[in-house]
């Protein structure tokens, strides 16, 4: 269940990887639905706290990841449904970005300080 | 690194063979043109965008197992190509599978012949592939009719807009794009990101009620989540807000409008009122835009968001952690030591009543952690470590070091941008160097201040130096300045005499040992002038002409100054503006320096405080009127003098209740100002013509022919209170060109009246001195005694019968008798006196003037002894107030000056206990004694009080002249002098002037004796 109440808006996090929004209660029974393999987060509370975010911006819900275009533009095609955040500040540590790209998972950090535009055409 | 390089190897061997990577996958997918329109644009990639085309292949290995080896291309070297191509070749049937499955569903619909129709269906079908084909089949059957013509319309409406050529080019476009996209899965990652094209999903925009954009995207969330549970299908893909951005709004991503409002209806604070409006294309990426967070950095200052005790608060960046969501700053705590508590609270600490909700509290005021005061009624909360200089505290949860709150916060509560630290918050963060200088810590200003880094700073002639770029080391002068750019000439080196512009980042500015520069921002010594001592780097070292400071600032504040230094010109405050410090204390501003204003307050005491401690600027009103010890009225700007004292004089700056700010331009003392009550000054000079006692009016003085007040000038300023009683009389008009004509007051106004004519409906105004009161009925003239003109002419005489009548009480008598006793002091006055102040002041003020009247006449003093008056008053019923005026003699006793005449303070201290009779007795012998003895003491220093008194001339016989004058200048007749104003006081207005000097000596001056003089009711000036 993607669906947070509005109680627990204020438990929610958001993976710093693929962005999913969930509330800490969510992750540690479940993980993250998109990382698990890799970052591990069921009943780690210590991994939750340094691989999600409670710092995010943009609430989006998504029922097709790959029809919708904001989808795309997220870079969240592929993922399961569900709430995601637009843009999540935090700083992933060493470990798990490595952790990443062995996964085959390029970390891109979605806090917007790496300009994701198109390389412009010459 | 190797990453990249990795690209390059697998975009190389795209360039091998770029035609059949298209080919299996798209080969049936597109149309004939669109493969032809595909391969040069796949070529162009090729060139431009190698790391694209990686990902496309990439992608196509990922898209099936995305954990799978197909991330390892990214760290690992030509193995995986060979991966690559394995993988490949599992890969392709399973594509191909899904392709067909799409193809299939095409030959189905081949009704519609547009690709983009049949990719957009494809798209749907790899989106719901984990739907059983029979649902597959149920939707395309159920829903594809009406949604695909509606589709079309929409296509069809949006291409219609579009001339062949740009339509070309965003089909182009699009293909390159999806290929792109349907290589690149999330996790691939360093996709560029797809610009939307038509044929992706519409987004509306939706009004909902600000601050619930979370709920609803969550309540999206549920039905969704609904329909997928039901298994059915969901035609909104994606539905998102933007609350930090744009509030009060969220954004939905469907096919069609319908979709959309299907599924946003009825959901809570949504605004289905308002229609939703769609993005445009090219607006949309605006609308998922990230922006960077102003990175912080350690020393940085930053603005408190929240909490709210904080809002606003100067904080300073400790540190910031390592997950880049929290930091520890350091600010000033704004703790009340549990002083705001609710003593009533329960145990629990639960407060009986919410403090005030919803309104903000009053915060306390930043202070520095105070270990005592936490003491005081927080001892349990408070917990210490650490020894010496690095004491740190525990209270109430949160750490203390140095005085500051130590805390940790998330980085969104606190803001980078816009911090502008004001002076007085940064004395806080100064750092008290060894030797105990202050100084602040030029790197964190500089940090806080590195955004305001503009051209501005550049004026055209400025020495400038580019320390950075390719350019480094070219010096010049500047030229001109636009924006962020600078033109500047190149006055040294190969390039001499030449014209470059340069980034203002790149420039700084460059002085020499000597130059006379001035601080134009930047650090707390804007506006000083000095002369540059040394330079280092770009930290500028210079001599300030005004303190002999050296201070060091950064050459970019700098700027080549001719003139000298004018501080403080950005203050609220300017010199001699009347200030608020507290509810009770007001002040005028004597010095006005940048952080620090000297304030000479009502008390004369002068305060050095910073500018946020002083609230307010009082308007100066103008007004303000105050009454002078003659009850002459004080406005601003007259020219007043003190009475006694230093006598000093000068022209009244602000009236504050009885207090004057008085300034003499001639002093420098606190800028000349300085402070006296109302009471203890006579009026020089009023300001403008204004009415104004220009001197003595001796007829009014001689009692004999005055016979009730002595003088006008002494009167209370005419006030009406209440209503006036003229208002409803009904009066006839005695001038003008209303003469004669009957009316009624309706209102007045000053010294007019508004006077409702009988004779015709009209309301006039006219003055109130030309209005006779009639008798309504009989049409009598009736005598209207409270007129205003009548009291302020008549004075006491008219108000006050009593005064007239003497024979009231014996008490009056005794203002008859009060008559000579002010005779004397008036006629010494009359003819001592050029100056009305100065011949009364001595007279009336500290007792010199009485004193001088006794002195003077000796023989008058035995006339008073013998006077009827004095009889009178111990005959009278005001004895007992006489009583209080023996309790002056007991003070004048007590008065050191009166010691002088020893013999005769007891004398007056038995009077009083006396009768009458006793009180008679006394006196004469009491001014016998002293006379010789204490007044020929006193003379030479008080001289001046004498010379123009009373003495002289009330004392007809030369030898009394001499032994007199010096008897004023002896400061003790005061006790004499009150003795008879005693007499005198209640009875002689003109008296009146000397409770000023009393209230200033004996504060009771007013208590005892205010029954016997029932005039003083009528006196303003006595309240």
Known sequence: MAYIPPNQHRHMRACMVCSIVRTFQQFMQSGCPNCESFLELTGNSDAISDCTSQVFDGLLTVSNTEKSWVARYQRLEGYVPGVYAIQVEGILPEDAVVAAENAGVHYIPRDGSVSEALPTEG | MSGYDNHASDSDEDDFNPAPMVDEDDVEEVATNGNAKRKPSAGHENDDDEQGLARTQEGDDEEDDEEGAGGDEDDDDDEDDEDDDDEDVVQRPHKRRKKQRRNVFLDVEAEVDDEDEEEEEGDEEGGIEEVHPDDLDEQAGADLDDRRHRELDMKRQVDAQ????????????????????????????????????????????????????????????????????????????????????????????????????????????????????????????????????????EGKFVRMLKPALYKEDLAKVVEVHANGLDCTVQLVPRLDYGLGEDANAGADGNKRKRPNFGRPTERPPPKLFNENEAKKRHMKFLNMAGSGGQKTFTYKGDDYQNGFLIKDVKITHVRAVDVNPRMEEMQFFSVTGADGTETLDLVAVQAAQKAAQTGSIFAAGDNVEIYDGEQKGVRGTTVSVRGDIVTLKVTEGPLNGRRIEAPVKTLRKLFRDGDHVKVIGGSKYIDEVGLVTKIKDDKVTL???????????????????????????????????????????????????????????????????????????????????????????????????????????????????????VQNRTETENNGVFVVRSTNVTTLAAKSGRTQATGPDLGKLNPAIQQGGPNGTAMPPPRSMGRDRLIGKT??????????????????????????????????????????????????????GGKFPNRSR??????????????????????????PSWGTPSGGRTPGGPSWGGGRTPGWGGGDGSRTAYGGGDGSRTAYGGDGSRTAYGGDGSRTAYGGATAY??????????????????????????????????TPGAYNAPTPGGYSAPTPGAYQYSAPTPGPVDAPTPGNYSAPTPGDTAAHPTPRGYGAYGGGYGATPAAAPTPGAWAAETPYAGGPETPAPGAYDEDPRYD
């Not at chain 2, 009246?753 to 105004?765: C, D, G, P, W, Y």
Request: charged letters at 25%; hydrophobic letters at 35%.
């Open chain 2, 543 to 661: 001599l300030c002409d005004s303190t002999q400071q050296e201070i060091t600032v950064f050459s970019r504040d700098l700027k080549r100054a001719a003139d000298s230094a004018t501080l403080g010109n950005d203050s609220d405050f300017e010199l001699n503006d009347l200030c608020q410090i507290d509810a009770a204390t007001v002040g005028v501003v004597v010095k006005v320096d940048r952080e620090v204003l000297r304030i000479i307050d009502q008390n004369a005491n002068v305060r050095t405080l910073i500018h946020s401690q002083v609230a307010t600027v009082i308007a100066r009103n103008r007004n303000a009127v105050a009454t002078d010890r003659d009850g002459s009225e004080i406005r601003n700007d007259d020219l007043v003098k003190e009475h006694g004292g230093e006598g000093r004089s000068g022209y009244v700056l602000h009236i504050h209740r009885g207090i004057l700010f």
């Open chain 2, 794 to 819: 008549g004075g006491f005489a008219g108000a006050t019968p009593a005064y007239n009548g003497g024979g009231r009480t014996p008490a009056w008598g005794g203002s008859g008798r009060s008559g």
């Open chain 2, 731 to 784: 009066i006839t008009i005695r001038k003008g060109p209303y003469k004669g004509l009957l009316g009624i007051v309706k209102d007045t106004m000053g010294d007019e009246a508004r006077v409702e004519l009988h004779t015709k409906n009209k309301i006039i105004s006219v003055k109130r001195d030309i209005c006779g009161v009639k008798d309504p009925v009989t049409g009598n003239t009736m005598d209207f």
């Open chain 2, 162 to 297: 579009k001339d062949a050529e740009q339509l070309a080019k965003e089909l182009d476009e699009k293909y390159r794009r999806r290929e792109m996209q349907r290589a690149q899965k999330a996790a691939a990652g360093a996709v560029p990101l797809t610009l939307p094209t038509v044929n992706d999903p519409s987004i509306w925009v939706v009004r909902v009620r600000p601050g619930k954009e979370r709920e609803v995207i969550m309540a999206i969330m549920k039905r969704i989540e609904e329909l997928m549970n039901a298994r059915q299908p969901v035609r909104v893909y994606s539905a998102f807000e933007r609350f930090s951005s744009v509030g009060g709004y969220i954004y939905v991503e469907a096919d069609a409008k319908q979709d959309m409002v299907s599924m946003i209806e009825n959901i809570p604070n949504v605004f289905m009122g308002t229609p939703q409006i769609p993005i445009e294309v090219k607006e949309r990426p605006d609308l998922l835009r990230k922006r960077a967070r102003e990175p912080l950095e």
């Open chain 2, 889 to 922: 003699g007991g003070n004048d006793g007590s008065r050191t000056a009166y010691g002088g005449s020893g013999g005769r303070t007891p004398g007056w201290g038995s009077a009083p206990s006396k009768s009458s009779a006793a009180l008679s007795a006394p």
